[in-house]
T-cell receptor, first 118, second 111 residues
Framework: GAVVSQHPSWVICKSGTSVKIECRSL??????MFWYRQFPKQSLMLMAT?????????EQGVEKDKFLINHASLTLSTLTVTSAHPEDSSFYIC??????????????FGPGTRLTVT | EDQVTQSPEALRLQEGESSSLNCSYT??????LFWYRQDPGKGPEFLFT???AGEEKEKERLKATLTKKESFLHITAPKPEDSATYLC????????????FGTGTRLLVSP
């Protein structure tokens, strides 16, 4: 199957600083990428959808000025958590959509990034 | 609004004891139903996509089936390494065709 990578896999930062997380589709081009957040023992919560070359679409309740998303190319999307606070500590997972023959979609996930804000 | 309900919430099996996980859904225009496996501290691992009622897909001890209202993930003769959370998601025709997830089934297979 297709591979999606994320970097870093874990990061610890101080309150008030910014953190950037990279998501790459390694062997396919992804016109659409997604960013999720997951709390312990809960399912994935979609934060935003990004399309290459255009602004991201954020889900209701997600602060777009706090979670900056850039989908700079067909294989790279970044999530920047600005002015991080302890409540931003979470597991962040990116996902990339591959368009298959016939127009069907498959969606693959990265390994996730554990963010801890102290 | 698209919705996904998974049952049971948790399932404990003995090694070799076959069972099924259920995913019931409502969606406006199904484009695909997805099954993922997630291990603790990791991102979901893609298992299957089913596109239309009647479709079936298999991978090792797993078999996924789809009807117009639900999908089943059948696990045949499970092994301890099959222990994980299994997530079901649907993709409809609205809202950027984003995936709508169920809350998952936590499977524990004991040796």
């Amino acid at each position: 199957g297709a591979v999606v990578s994320q970097h870093p896999s874990w990061v610890i930062c101080k309150s008030g600083t910014s953190v950037k997380i990279e998501c790459r589709s390694l062997d396919f081009q992804a016109t659409t990428m997604f960013w999720y957040r997951q709390f312990p023992k809960q399912s994935l919560m979609l934060m935003a959808t990004s399309n290459e070359g255009s602004k991201a679409t954020y889900e209701q309740g997600v602060e777009k000025d706090k979670f900056l998303i850039n989908h700079a190319s067909l294989t790279l999307s970044t999530l920047t958590v600005t002015s991080a606070h302890p409540e931003d500590s979470s597991f962040y997972i990116c996902s990339a959509r591959e368009t298959m023959a016939g127009g069907a979609y498959e969606q693959y996930f990265g390994p996730g990034t554990r963010l801890t804000v102290t | 609004e698209d919705q996904v309900t998974q049952s049971p919430e948790a399932l404990r099996l003995q090694e070799g004891e076959s069972s099924s996980l259920n995913c019931s859904y409502t969606v406006s225009g199904l484009r695909g139903l997805f099954w993922y496996r997630q291990d603790p501290g990791k991102g979901p691992e893609f298992l299957f996509t089913l596109y239309s009622a009647g479709e079936e897909k298999e991978k090792e001890r797993l078999k996924a089936t789809l009807t117009k209202k639900e999908s089943f993930l059948h696990i045949t003769a499970p092994k301890p390494e099959d222990s994980a959370t299994y997530l079901c998601a649907v993709q409809g025709n609205t809202g950027f065709q984003k995936l709508v997830f169920g809350t998952g089934t936590r499977l524990l297979v004991s040796p």
